[in-house]
T-cell receptor
Framework: GENVEQHPSTLSVQEGDSAVIKCTYS??????FPWYKQELGKRPQLIID?????GEKKDQRIAVTLNKTAKHFSLHITETQPEDSAVYFC??????????????????FGQGTILTVHP | KAGVTQTPRYLIKTRGQQVTLSCSPISGHRSVSWYQQTPGQGLQFLFEYFSETQRNKGNFPGRFSGRQFSNSRSEMNVSTLELGDSALYLCASSLNRGYNEQFFGPGTRLTVL
């Protein structure tokens, strides 16, 4: 089955700095890669996602890049703010044309990164 | 649209008991997945339901089961509770199979004593 590794487990930055979180996956059939942000005591919230036919996607201060050959994808947050402090999870999933296996519709998550942005 | 809702939000049970958790997906969403979140194991997939049928299952013992109703609402049941079942149980809904985005509910915090 799919295995997702996420690094670093903790990340501390100063407000205004950039933050980068990296994930690797094992199943070449995975074709959808979402990122979730979970604040303390709250539900995971989808913040950005990327599909395997795209190499990069941006949404304001956040961006995700995907390298299918190397099977890794990364989350980039620029101009970090204290409200960006949370746990961030990457995930991998197989959907659509690659479906049919046991990973279809199933999100396999990384272990999470605790991001702390200091004012 | 209202988001995914889960009830109850908190549960305290003792070992050996059973528990039923409920999830109401976003209106119009037909696929519901369940995840267990613990500090040690992170977020782990339990199962996925679509059209009242379990379509996919994670590596959990048979004590964990679920179902989906015709209105897409879903329940999960855990029988013969163990201390290790203490966790946050999250459900997520998506529009349809093959639609990627999964939106999470607030979770049910289960504590087994």
């Amino acid at each position: 089955g799919e295995n997702v590794e996420q690094h670093p487990s903790t990340l501390s930055v100063q407000e205004g700095d950039s933050a980068v979180i990296k994930c690797t996956y094992s199943d070449s059939a995975s074709n959808y890669f979402p990122w979730y942000k979970q604040e303390l005591g709250k539900r995971p919230q989808l913040i950005i996602d990327i599909r395997s036919n795209v190499g990069e996607k941006k949404d304001q201060r956040i961006a995700v890049t995907l390298n299918k050959t190397a099977k890794h994808f990364s989350l980039h947050i620029t101009e970090t703010q204290p409200e960006d402090s949370a746990v961030y999870f990457c995930a991998a999933c197989t959907t659509g044309a690659n479906a049919g296996g046991t990973s279809y519709g199933k999100l396999t998550f990384g272990q999470g990164t605790i991001l702390t942005v200091h004012p | 649209k209202a988001g995914v809702t889960q009830t109850p939000r908190y549960l305290i049970k003792t070992r050996g008991q059973q528990v039923t958790l409920s999830c109401s997906p976003i209106s119009g969403h037909r696929s519901v997945s369940w995840y267990q979140q613990t500090p040690g194991q992170g977020l782990q997939f339990l199962f996925e339901y679509f059209s009242e049928t379990q379509r996919n299952k994670g590596n959990f013992p048979g004590r964990f089961s679920g179902r989906q109703f015709s209105n897409s609402r879903s329940e999960m049941n855990v029988s013969t509770l163990e201390l290790g079942d203490s966790a946050l149980y999250l459900c997520a809904s998506s529009l349809n199979r093959g639609y990627n985005e999964q939106f999470f509910g607030p979770g049910t915090r289960l504590t087994v004593l």
